[in-house]
Every structure is written in structure tokens, then in C-alpha cells.
């Protein structure tokens, strides 16, 4: 099948390409390449994959919708996946306006190529940061999320919902996934275990926020990546919601449109997590107690039996086995 993929040069991006191109598919992938962190990380990441001749990059900005209307044409593509996004919790209170630009203006641009293409299933990232002040546990897609934390999180479901409206008046199939602090090799520089790993080899202190009582739904990449592939085929359908007696749907009432957490329904303390990095790095960490930043929340956890239902799949990797897989990674790129 032939993919657009947008974000191809970012962490879960290039991961998603990759596995699609060894499946036999033809990617074409859109970023822009911006600075927000090292820009050779996400070069590399793209040079990568252009080792295959199934893999096209197209380096533009969402919010130029010439551009994208015209490499969407070229590239005819059956199945969109959109994860191009600003991420990013603290660095929205630093510069709101980058997350205008790029997740509703961006989201926007491709939900009108969507709209002209039609293509068999449209697939769009988001976040737990959407259930924001929500308390009940696990978090599950049927739950409110109308009470965000940040810019972020706001901009985010605001792109739930504006796909669910161009689902619904343009009949286009489409999933959102939440994801749960995805993590793993070639991670993004901003993430806490890339901020971990970096700081202890350099022997110098880590900031621990919360004072440590916080705990993340921590999700391995390949884990994340094996799920978006199986949900590619699980293409929502106007009234066949699933039921098998325990698990709610979120299928739309009024839309070929479902949203699906993609976690692993088993959360980590922070202190638990740095320890597994410690073992990982054979030393340990010199800790800076912080307090809690603005916009964090105490907890996460996914409840992940709707994507078990559609896919047959709930990731599994465990903490340390993902924790060891990326600090090997960063030792072979960045040395140690």
C-alpha cells in the first residue's frame, strides 16, 4: 500500500516508516525539520530510511497548504497517518504559539487533503495529556476529557475534534490514538530518559519532579509501532460498534470515527524508572528533588482493552528491557 506519513523525521515517525517500509509498503513522509531539538538527530533519523527506494521525503511545514495539497497529489497515497505535531508538555507554556501553528493549523491542512483524497483510513496522533484533571483510573477512551492542563493538551483534543467533524461531514474513516509517554531508541532529546541517560553519564544530576511521586504508563516504540499497524486495518465503520460484553466503544454515533489508547496499561513510578536506568548504566544517579511543574499530572495509565479488541494486541515490553534497549543505543550513537 502506499502511506503518507507526516512527522517521519520524529521519534515515532521514523520508527512507524521504517516498519512499514520492511512490511513491503511505499512511505512518503512529510516534516519540516524544526529546531526544537537537534535537528541531526531527526536528519539522521530521515537518512535512514532513505536507504529505501519505498521511502520519499519531503521536507515543508504542514501550515503551507500549497505545498501539502501538492505532494499529497503526487504521492496518491490509500492510507494517511498523521503525527507530525509540536510536542512537548513544558515547552507549551514557553511558546504557545508554535502549537497554534502546528497541530491546528497543520491538523487542518491535512484534514482538507484528506477531505480531496478520501483515502481509505485516516489515522491521527494525540495524547494522554487530553484527560488532563480526569481521576478515574485507568483512563479509557469513553471517559470526559474536557478539562485540559496545558496548551498542549488543548490543541491536541482539538484536533479529536475536528477530525471527528470532517469524519462525519466527508465520510472519512478515521482513527485517533492517544499514546502513553512513548519511549525508546532513538528518543527525542527533550524526553526524561534521554534527559536521565545524558546527565548520569556526564555525571551530573537529574531533576526529579514530583519529588518522585509521579508514575508514566511508559510505552516501548515497537510496541507503539506494532499497534498503529494492526489499527490501520481496524477501519471504523458507521453502526458495527464492538461490544463483547466488558469493553465500551468509542466508536462515534454519528461518524466513521474511533479514538484508541495505545499504552501499556501498567504504570511506573519515577523513582521505580530511575532505578531500572541505574541498572541499565551499571551506576547511579545524584537526584535533585524538585517540585512539580506546571501542567504535570501525578499519574497516567491506560486502559488498553479497546485495542486489544480491534487488534488482538496489547503492548507488553517490559521497563527494563526498554530502558536497556535505548540506553544501548545511546552509548553506540553518543558514546559512554
Request: aromatic fraction near 10%; glycine fraction near 6%; charge should be negative.
Amino acid at each position: 500500500m502506499r502511506f503518507l506519513v507526516t512527522g517521519t523525521a520524529g521519534f515515532i515517525g521514523f520508527h512507524l516508516a521504517r516498519r512499514l517500509i520492511a512490511d513491503g509498503h511505499f512511505v512518503a513522509g512529510i516534516d519540516a525539520l524544526t529546531p526544537y531539538y537537534d535537528v541531526k538527530l531527526k536528519q539522521d533519523r530521515h537518512a535512514l530510511l532513505a536507504r529505501s527506494n519505498r521511502f520519499t521525503a519531503h521536507v515543508e511545514r504542514l501550515e503551507n497548504f500549497d505545498a501539502v495539497s501538492r505532494i499529497a497529489a503526487d504521492e496518491r497515497p490509500e492510507i494517511i497517518v498523521h503525527l507530525a505535531a509540536q510536542a512537548g508538555v513544558r515547552y507549551s507554556l514557553e511558546n504557545p504559539r508554535a502549537y497554534v501553528d502546528s497541530n491546528l493549523i497543520g491538523t487542518f491542512n491535512v484534514l482538507e487533503v484528506a477531505r480531496v483524497l478520501k483515502p481509505r483510513h485516516l489515522l491521527l496522533a494525540s495524547t494522554s495529556s487530553v484527560y488532563g484533571a480526569n481521576k478515574e483510573m485507568p483512563f479509557a477512551e469513553t471517559d470526559r476529557a474536557d478539562h485540559p492542563l496545558t496548551l498542549y493538551a488543548a490543541t491536541k483534543k482539538s484536533t479529536e475534534l475536528m477530525a471527528h467533524a470532517y469524519a462525519h461531514l466527508w465520510g472519512i474513516p478515521t482513527t485517533a490514538f492517544r499514546f502513553f509517554t512513548v519511549y525508546g531508541p532513538w528518543g527525542r532529546p527533550d524526553m526524561a530518559l534521554f534527559k536521565f541517560v545524558e546527565a548520569m553519564l556526564k555525571d551530573q544530576p537529574i531533576d526529579v519532579y514530583g519529588r518522585g511521586d509521579m508514575a508514566r504508563d511508559f510505552t516501548y516504540i515497537d510496541d507503539l509501532v506494532e499497534a498503529i499497524v494492526r489499527l490501520v486495518d481496524a477501519v471504523p465503520e458507521p453502526g458495527t460498534e464492538l461490544s463483547d460484553g466488558e469493553v465500551a466503544d468509542s466508536l462515534s454515533p454519528a461518524a466513521p470515527y474511533r479514538v484508541v489508547n495505545i499504552g501499556a496499561g501498567a504504570p511506573v513510578g519515577l523513582l521505580p524508572f530511575i532505578e531500572a536506568i541505574e541498572r541499565a548504566l551499571g551506576r547511579k544517579a545524584r537526584r535533585n528533588m524538585m517540585e512539580m511543574q506546571p501542567g504535570d499530572v501525578r499519574r497516567t495509565f491506560a486502559n488498553c482493552d479497546l485495542l486489544e479488541m480491534l487488534t488482538g494486541f496489547r503492548p507488553a515490553t517490559p521497563i527494563e528491557e526498554g530502558v536497556r534497549a535505548f540506553v544501548d543505543w545511546y552509548r553506540e550513537r553518543y558514546g559512554s
